[in-house]
């Protein structure tokens, strides 16, 4: 069973930080990618932070700078770093692996059930 599961959402004043976790469990490749993409209400899913199965990092225009991917290969888990957030980084956050790279493109076979971030003015 693969299952991918975010957690570290929560509310924030703008400026503040927060630090997301994906666990990929049961995953039956050693090598993947996991990606980190965002949706606000009436937003298109937008991909924000990559990395891939060689630890290559892809951001977004919009959290270049602020956000940071990394992971725990042994953990099958990544991470999210987000600094200096915004109003406008509120939105569900997701998760999402695969053994292709699809870069920041929503194609991936793999998604866990979001977690929320709230940024207050």
């Known amino acids: 069973q693969v299952s991918v599961a975010e957690s570290g959402g929560g509310s924030v004043q703008a400026g503040g930080s927060l630090r997301l976790s994906c666990r990929a469990s049961g995953y039956p490749y050693p090598s993947y990618q996991m990606a980190w993409f965002r949706q606000a209400p009436g937003q298109e899913r937008e991909g924000i932070a990559l990395?891939?199965?060689?630890?290559?990092?892809t951001y977004a225009d919009s959290v270049k700078g602020r956000f940071t991917i990394s992971k725990d290969d042994a953990k099958h888990t990544s991470y999210l770093d987000m600094n200096n957030l915004k109003p406008e980084d509120t939105g569900v956050y997701y998760c999402a692996v695969d053994v292709f790279d699809y870069g920041l493109n929503p194609e991936y076979k793999f998604w866990g059930q979001g977690t929320t971030v709230t940024v207050s003015p």
């Open positions: 990395i891939d199965s060689d630890g290559r990092k």
